[in-house]
């Protein structure tokens, strides 16, 4: 099992940047997947960026590719995500989520770190 503490959400105008981290407690961080998700009022959570257990594979959606990097750090077991150019439709809790590679897939998520975007 593995317990996700995200930090970093806060306050941004449109057009700012934010960073976002999480950090996995256990030791075996390096064979997860990991991935961001976010959830706004009254919409269902979706997916913002996934990473693969070695870091070499990464993956967007189309509204936040190429504003949007995750990046992991298997020694200090953190996943982060750097937003840039944000939008006020980034407005949302914003979760950590780590899934198990091997059958059956099984889901960890953090708390969340709500994101505001406006002026």
């Known amino acids: 099992q593995v317990q996700l503490v995200e930090s970093g959400g806060g306050l941004v105008q449109p057009g700012g940047s934010l960073r976002l981290s999480c950090t996995a407690s256990?030791?075996?961080?390096?064979?997860?997947?990991m991935g961001w998700y976010r959830q706004a009022p009254g919409k269902q959570r979706e997916w913002v960026a996934v990473?693969?257990?070695?870091?070499?594979?990464?993956n967007y959606p189309h509204s936040v590719k190429g504003r949007f990097t995750i990046s992991r750090d298997n020694a200090k077991n953190t996943v982060s995500l750097q937003m840039n150019s944000l939008k006020p439709e980034d407005t949302a809790i914003y979760y950590c989520?780590?899934?198990?590679?091997?059958?059956?897939?099984?889901?960890?998520w953090g708390q969340g770190t709500q994101v505001t975007v406006s002026s």
């Open positions: 256990g030791r075996i961080f390096s064979t997860y997947r």
């Open positions: 990473i693969s257990s070695s870091g070499g594979i990464t």
């Open positions: 989520n780590a899934q198990t590679t091997t059958l059956p897939n099984v889901d960890y």
